[in-house]
């Protein structure tokens, strides 16, 4: 069963401006995950956030969590053609630390 | 650092007949996990190993699935008979645990997966 949800489905923004995709999950969780897939790199890891952080920073990318309300975003600031890419949440919240995934938010740069 | 690999990368079978995919996790990984993802979706989790064990198969459809890490390394997973819904692209991670850590988590690293296409 997949417990993230991605919101919006499909986002498509100008090279440049900032993207930001939303994810929200159903149970509790040890820590948070979000992946990006493109047909050149296949699933890569891009951060990882853990239940008692609200907010992480790697590069452009600027990831916070609100256990709260069960929900994460993900802020990629000055976006680039080579970010476009579909996005994933991935949430870990078993005792054998398995992913629940989303169904990701597909992203275009426009040129 | 070598990344994870998998073979085939595409393959195409008719229904009924059976096919096995190869997966080689990063060296030292104790972790392996087998995940299927349809198109528009997100991957779902079919096994997990730990070494040689099976932590998890929950999601695996043992009537027609089955899947093996012998010595804790490479692991194959075979589909036999093959259905037309099981076209999919099968993913293999393996992750290095990290222990002690409050909370757990550690990402996972991906091999290319093998796309399958059941006619």
């Known amino acids: 069963s997949q417990q993230g949800e991605e919101d919006p489905q499909a986002l498509s923004i100008q090279e440049g401006e900032n993207a930001t995709m939303n994810c929200s999950y159903k149970?509790?969780?040890?820590?948070l995950q979000w992946y990006r897939q493109n047909s050149g790199r296949g699933l890569v890891h891009l951060i990882l956030i853990r239940s008692n952080e609200r907010e992480k920073h790697s590069g452009r990318l600027r990831v916070t969590l609100d256990t709260s309300k069960k929900s994460s975003s993900l802020l990629i600031t000055a976006s680039r053609a080579a970010d476009t890419a579909s996005y994933f949440c991935a949430t870990d919240g078993g005792s054998n630390y398995q992913l629940i995934w989303g169904a990701g938010t597909k992203l275009i740069i426009k040129p | 650092e070598a990344g994870v690999a998998q073979s085939p990368r595409y393959k195409i079978i008719e229904k009924r007949q059976s096919v096995a995919f190869w997966c080689n996790p990063i060296s030292g990984h104790a972790t392996l996990y087998w995940y299927q993802q349809i198109l528009g979706q997100g991957p779902k989790l079919l096994i997990q190993f730990q070494n040689n064990g099976v932590v998890d198969d929950s999601q695996l459809p043992k009537d027609r699935f089955s899947a093996e890490r012998l010595k804790g390394v490479d692991s194959t997973l075979k589909i036999q008979p093959a259905k037309l819904e099981d076209s999919a692209v099968y993913l293999c991670?393996?992750?290095?645990?990290?222990?002690?850590?409050?909370?757990?988590?550690?990402?996972?690293?991906f091999g290319p997966g093998t796309r399958l296409t059941v006619l």
């Open positions: 149970t509790s969780i040890n820590n």
């Open positions: 991670a393996s992750s290095l645990r990290l222990p002690g850590l409050a909370g757990g988590g550690f990402e996972q690293f």
